[in-house]
């Protein structure tokens, strides 16, 4: 079983025009948590996820999955 948690980070950031750098300073992280974070090489904890899903003011299952999300344009079953 696969203990990967998939994010939406950087395209929530791409169609808010958020950098890195402007994510970081409102969450209270360095800039570069937020790059290992949206490559999967971090997992956040529970409060740092609720924190950046209340940054873009979305529910936490829009920027997190255990599931990897569909790829854009992708058709679901």
Sequence with gaps: M??????????LR?????????LSDALGVHY?????????EYSPSLYLALRIADYFEVPVEVVFSTTPFPRIGERTA
Excluded: D, F, H, P
Aim: zero cysteines.
């Design 14 to 22: 791409a169609e808010r025009n958020v950098t890195r750098r402007q």
């Design 2 to 11: 696969s203990e990967n948690v998939y994010n939406r980070i950087a395209l």
């Design 32 to 40: 570069q948590t937020i790059g290992y974070l949206e490559r999967g």
